[in-house]
């Protein structure tokens, strides 16, 4: 097997047809000769469009494996936009993919569907990608992706929860296109990847005692109901307008602090509960919690920093997917963030999008930490040779 | 012994008194150090929590801070978000001169862009009201909005600026309660004074209206004003040039209908001047010849009374004979049938010569005849320009009084000659001067009736001069002499 090529298109055409055209120009020049093991499609295409849009790769590129999700947003080198299409395309890979639509028990199924694609593969397994898009309690989800995985196994995925976010659609061959359930690629290569999730959202404040939680919900802080954290800065307004609440705690998540990760995991309330406590969209990371806030320069130098610590000599792709929460806060500012990322990254294709949730590993650089969904935060993906 | 005894149990008392009061004073030491700890360590943690709390309350001043400014900030997105979906709209609707084109240009993502979700944009068609745009809005209320409802509506907006849903009047409150919308803001579409219809913007889920959308919205409406009236102007002046260009087009034909008709008379007319010309011409010269031949008493002696008869029989045929020969110069000048012999002539001693012709006349008149030559050389047929200088000249002999001066001119202007025949004689009055060189055509004079002429030589001059491709005027007043002017083209070496 010859040196895996990876290969980007992209096209901002709204018509799915020229769209393909588009992004498939230089791809089909540089995998003129190799065959097309994977391709990964990023599209904002309704879902009447879809059907077209997958007959129309298959007959431009031929792929062997043709997986993919719509976006709310996409992101192409130093673009982001609303209407169009990305294609990312990988040769000389060896890869194994499959859907399921998780509909009944989430952390069987999804440990189900993990099992039977390691059986398929006898165990060997490098690196994990997945697109997901369910109903039910997302730590439960990670719960299932862990016991098929294992706890530190490297994987990043995107990830839309049907109840908080805009519907999502998934792609996985010739399938019809699917509104809820998995699509998960397993990786058998040697990639060299570098993965991290993090956010930029600056701690203040003094640190506080998370004293009684449960899963995804914290009781009481500093034994006092949880409410009075977000009070002693907001004031007695936030227990009266919950619209006020969600203002008030979307820009200003709670950072935990974890063991042996130097940057904050940082979480947004989504529910508060008449007791005055509330609910994250994952389980509860720590105990030792601040405030945190959104400063524009921090939030891009810590994109900047992230990217420096991938190490390789040269690099094939880099995938970012952006938290739309935390795309909100850059908002006209953007430019500036994908600006430094490519004048880091220098020619290596840089694409992505904004999504509502991703999730994987939190560093590559300590496999321990566990998995993570994030909603404040981006996760960063670079494949490359060391 | 026995003070021994007690000597020495008195002093083991004092020696362990002295060890405990010893212990006791150490200990008190220790305990004055310990307590002296414990507050430097209680001192330690009052500052430790003062600088936490001191923390927390620069960390509640930095969130208020940031909480205005991300307020602020969030009204400005908005803001910058409106305006420059409000610029994609203008683009749009000024890059349109369709009506049809201009509401197909007001798209739902500008609309959204602008800050809402919903828009219904209605119209006075005639006598009724219609919807062209209708984003978001439900049926029931864009019906409502196309009926006598939207017209009262319409009649409160007038003369309004932007309102909000709030500064609705009670008598429109019902419109509210149809309305899918929580917060909408209402303006009318204003065109100077005339209301072309109302535009309403709404949002669905947001119930507060920012300032920006206030002014978002009024400008929105006064570009879609001016965007209507810029399409009713182009279509209004698109009509009258269709229109124009339709009677232009009636005018030029009936013109060239009118000129093939003038033409076709001309021809005619030259035909039969010239046929009835020559067949005059016979019969005169017999007329002519039998009366010399009866003066010269060829046929036996004739009355003296008789004679002077004969003598005007004579002078009337010969006036005659002239002027059939000047209407047959002119019918062929003017049917292109007369042969032009063009040569070079230098103009200066043709003028010479014919004035030295005239020399009896002027000196009969005693009239001083100027002339003002420059040698220059035009290409011409030498008798009929020959013509022209004796038909202007006479004439000016003719009509200016004993003692007078006539002046004859000529000079260079650009690449033709200018000539001017200028008397001091009795002018032309202004009503005359259009007139002057068409054929027959003769002053209301008593004067100009005592001079005899046939009425054609001015005509036979123009035709000569037109066929010259030169011009002809007259530039008099009556009572004060007369200036004919006329141009030729420079011959090619001259123009150097």
Redesign the interface.
């Known amino acids: 097997m010859g040196k895996i090529e990876v290969g980007v298109g992209f096209s901002e055409n709204p018509d799915v047809e020229e769209a393909v055209r588009e992004a498939s120009i230089k791809l089909r020049v540089k995998f003129s000769s190799t065959k097309i093991d994977l391709c990964l499609v990023f599209f904002s295409f309704s879902q009447g469009e879809v059907k077209k849009l997958f007959s129309n790769i298959k007959l431009v590129l031929n792929p062997s494996l043709t997986v993919g999700c719509s976006l709310p947003l996409l992101i192409a080198e130093k673009k982001v936009f609303s209407k169009g299409l990305i294609l990312v395309a990988f040769s000389n890979t060896r890869v194994i993919g499959n859907f399921s639509p998780l509909k009944k028990n989430i952390l069987e199924d999804t440990e189900k569907f993990i099992w039977r694609l390691v059986r398929r593969v006898k165990g060997e397994r490098r690196f994990f990608l997945c697109l997901a898009n369910i109903s039910g309690f997302s730590p439960i989800f990670l719960r299932g992706l862990e016991r098929g995985l294992g706890r530190s196994f490297p994987l990043l995925g995107l990830f839309s929860h049907k109840e908080y976010s805009l519907p999502s659609f998934l792609l996985y061959n010739e399938d019809i296109l699917r509104e809820e359930g998995i699509v998960g690629l397993l990786f058998l290569d040697d990639l060299e990847a570098f993965f991290e999730i993090n956010s930029g959202f600056t701690p203040?404040?003094?640190e506080a005692f998370v004293d009684s939680f449960s899963k995804d919900t914290i009781y009481k802080i500093d034994n006092r109901p949880a409410i009075y954290f977000y009070k002693?800065?907001?004031g007695e307004r936030l227990e009266n307008s919950r619209e006020y609440f969600q203002r008030?705690s979307r820009?200003?998540p709670l950072g935990f602090k974890t063991e042996g990760f130097p940057n904050y995991i940082v979480s947004s309330p989504i529910k508060l509960n008449s007791d005055g406590s509330f609910k994250l969209f994952k389980e509860v990371p720590s105990s030792r919690v601040r405030?945190t806030?959104p400063i524009r320069d921090k939030l891009i130098s810590c994109v900047e920093e992230t990217v420096k610590k991938a190490k390789f000599k040269s690099f094939k792709v880099a995938i970012f997917f952006e938290g739309f929460n935390r795309f909100r806060f850059l908002?006209?500012f953007y430019p500036s963030q994908l600006e430094a990322l490519k004048n880091l990254l220098g020619d290596t294709p840089l694409v992505g999008g904004v999504a509502f949730y991703h999730l994987g590993l939190l560093s590559s650089s300590d496999l321990n930490l566990g998995h993570f969904i994030g909603e404040n935060s981006f996760s960063l993906l670079i494949l490359g040779d060391k | 012994m026995e003070n021994l005894e007690f000597l020495s149990s008195t002093g083991v008392s004092l020696f362990f008194f002295l060890i405990s009061l010893a212990v006791i004073i150490l200990l008190a030491i220790f305990s004055l150090k310990k307590m002296d700890r414990i507050r430097i360590l209680e001192k330690e943690v009052r500052r430790l929590e003062n600088n936490?709390r001191e923390?927390?309350e620069?960390?509640?001043l930095?969130?208020k801070t940031?909480?205005e400014l991300?307020r602020v900030q969030e009204e400005l997105?908005k803001r910058?978000s409106g305006l420059l979906a409000l610029q994609r709209l203008s683009q749009s609707l000024s890059s349109t001169l369709e009506e049809e084109n201009l509401f197909l240009a007001i798209r739902e993502d500008l609309i959204s862009g602008l800050g809402f979700s919903s828009c219904l944009i209605v119209l006075k068609k005639e006598d009724s009201l219609v919807a062209p745009v209708s984003i978001g809005v439900n049926d029931e209320f864009k019906k409502m909005m196309v009926s006598q409802e939207g017209v009262d509506f319409l009649r409160f907006l007038v003369g309004k600026k932007v309102i909000s849903h709030k500064d609705i009047s009670p008598e429109f409150e019902y419109l509210s309660q149809k309305i899918n919308f929580k917060s909408f803001l209402a303006s009318s579409i204003q065109s100077k004074d005339n209301p072309l219809g109302f535009l309403i913007l709404g949002n669905t889920f947001q119930e507060e209206i920012s300032g920006g959308a206030l002014e978002i919205a009024e400008i929105f409406s006064s570009q879609l004003a001016q965007s209507l009236e810029n399409i009713r102007l182009f279509e209004e002046v698109f009509r009258s040039r269709q229109e124009l260009e339709e009677r232009v087009k009636e005018r030029t034909n009936s013109l060239q209908e009118a000129l093939e008709k003038i033409k076709k008379i001309s021809r005619l007319k030259s035909e039969f001047v010239s046929a009835v010309s020559h067949e005059f011409r016979t019969p005169l010269t017999s007329i002519k010849g039998y009366a010399s031949l009866l003066v010269q008493e060829k046929f036996g002696k004739i009355p003296a009374e008789v004679r002077l008869r004969l003598e005007r029989i004579n002078q009337q045929a010969d006036t005659l004979v002239n002027m059939i020969n000047e209407l047959l110069d002119i019918a062929r000048i003017e049917s292109g049938r007369s042969k032009i012999e063009i040569q070079k002539i230098e103009l200066s001693e043709m003028i010479k010569r014919i004035a030295d012709y005239f020399y009896p006349q002027l000196k009969g008149k005693n009239l001083q005849l100027i002339l003002t030559l420059s040698s220059l050389f035009v290409e011409a047929d030498k008798s009929l320009l020959e013509r022209v200088f004796i038909n202007l000249l006479s004439n000016a002999i003719k009509f200016t009084p004993q003692g007078k001066k006539i002046e004859i001119k000529c000079e260079k202007k650009d690449n033709y000659v200018e000539v001017s025949v200028r008397d001091e004689g009795i002018g032309i009055p202004q009503e005359d001067l259009e007139n002057i060189f068409k054929e027959f055509y003769k002053i209301d004079n008593p004067l100009q009736k005592e001079v005899k002429g046939t009425g054609l030589g001015l005509s036979l001059v123009r035709n000569i001069i037109k066929a010259h491709r030169g011009e002809i005027w007259v530039e008099s007043k009556a009572g004060e002499g007369s200036k004919f002017i006329f141009t030729l083209p420079l011959a090619q070496e001259s123009k150097i």
């Open positions: 203040l404040g003094k002693n800065y907001f008030v820009r200003y405030l806030i908002k006209f | 936490l923390m927390d620069q960390a509640k930095i969130v940031d909480l991300s997105d910058v």
